[in-house]
């Protein structure tokens, strides 16, 4: 296929530039980073999404197929995304990839940033295959009138963040590293998001330094907020609520299996269209979903305003029954059976 700048987009990551596949527009941070994408990727544009966490696609058939994120039908290796990717043996960098030869991938849903997804190392001589599952968490539309705090997860429109479009947990993690970071810093990584080209970039070892102690201190925020929202302590005031990370309330993540085969010795010592290959050269990858059904988690009120009436109106009506007897039995024996005997009485006189 010739289309690979069009499948492709340039992406910052820890490991560098990377390019990634199916990727949102400004892979998914907010329009205040165009100025920053543009410096590695020119045709960078910000885009309207008919996609959402909370919404979902389009209730429409048959479905646009170029929509963004894009999906497939089915599950299957003749259904998933094949690559083959050559690099020259003079190409390697060594003080970059240590004792693992080849190319590393980055596998998480387009909604969330790169910096903490699942990591694989494609190794060269190897056709890799990637079989994902998807886990979705959704939410009922009636937990909205639960503050976050207590249904323990945010909508989209109930937190916003500064550099990413879509809110999620660790979108909202690195969200606030990055703030502090620059706070206490002042500046950010170099593959860190900025609304700024010309914000500093950390480049001093002293620079490092406040950045590993911004990272604790940040995590040290995060566990002291869950604890504050424990069961013990738990707080309703939005301060607390805007230090806290909660996951999403629907979101989508993908757990991986990798399997691993050599390549044919034809495919790595034979011509090829990138020229004469020479052992180390070239490697495949296919990934794609393991099944066409999935199972998903569906976070609901175990006990809802319906369930709460029917149980009191059953109890109610229990108790009820129970009193109105007691009452019929309170007249029969007070008022009734007295009278009774009072009547026989006289008559037998």
């Given amino acids: 296929m010739d289309k690979c700048c069009e499948l492709f987009q340039p992406i910052f990551t820890n490991y560098g530039m990377c390019f990634a596949f199916n990727s949102l527009p400004l892979n998914a941070m907010t329009n205040d980073t165009l100025a920053w994408h543009k410096?590695?990727?020119?045709?960078?544009?910000?885009?309207?999404?008919?996609w959402g966490l909370d919404i979902g696609y389009p209730k429409v058939f048959p479905p646009d197929l170029t929509m963004k994120p894009l999906r497939v039908m089915a599950s299957g290796e003749t259904n998933g995304l094949?690559?083959?990717l050559f690099l020259n043996n003079t190409e390697h960098q060594y003080a970059c990839e240590g004792k693992s030869l080849g190319f590393t991938i980055l596998i998480s849903s387009p909604t969330d940033h790169v910096y903490t997804s699942t990591?694989?190392?494609?190794p060269m001589d190897k056709m890799t295959t990637i079989e994902v599952t998807p886990l979705t968490y959704k939410?009922?539309?009636?937990?909205?009138?639960?503050s976050p705090y207590r249904r323990q997860c945010f909508f989209q429109n109930e937190k916003r963040l500064q550099y990413?479009?879509?809110?999620t947990d660790s979108n909202c993690k690195h969200d606030l590293l990055v703030?502090?970071?620059r706070k206490k810093c002042n500046?950010?990584?170099?593959?860190?998001?900025r609304k700024f080209i010309r914000e500093p970039v950390c480049t001093t070892k002293d620079d490092f330094d406040c950045i590993s102690s911004v990272e604790a201190k940040v995590e040290e925020q995060l566990i002291y907020a869950y604890y504050a929202e424990s069961e013990d302590e738990r707080g309703t005031s939005e301060a607390q609520e805007s230090q806290s990370c909660h996951p999403s309330?629907?979101?989508?993540?993908?757990?991986?299996?990798?399997?691993?085969?050599?390549?044919t010795k034809e495919m790595v010592n034979g011509s090829h269209k990138w020229g004469h290959l020479r052992i180390g050269e070239v490697t495949q990858i296919n990934v794609h979903f393991y099944d066409d059904m999935f199972l998903g988690q569906h976070r609901h009120a175990q006990y809802d305003d319906y369930y709460f009436i029917g149980a009191i109106g059953g109890l109610l009506s229990l108790f009820l029954g129970f009193s109105i007897i007691s009452v019929a039995e309170l007249i029969f024996f007070v008022l009734l059976k007295p009278a009774y005997v009072i009547l026989i009485e006289f008559n037998q006189k």
């Fill in 179 to 181: 703030q502090e970071a």
């Fill in 119 to 122: 990591v694989l190392r494609l």
């Fill in 82 to 84: 094949g690559v083959e």
């Fill in 187 to 193: 500046c950010v990584l170099f593959n860190w998001p």
């Fill in 164 to 167: 990413y479009e879509f809110y």
């Fill in 139 to 146: 939410t009922d539309f009636s937990l909205r009138a639960l």
């Fill in 39 to 50: 410096t590695f990727n020119v045709d960078a544009k910000p885009a309207a999404l008919n």
């Fill in 249 to 263: 309330c629907n979101d989508v993540i993908y757990a991986s299996q990798v399997f691993y085969s050599d390549l």
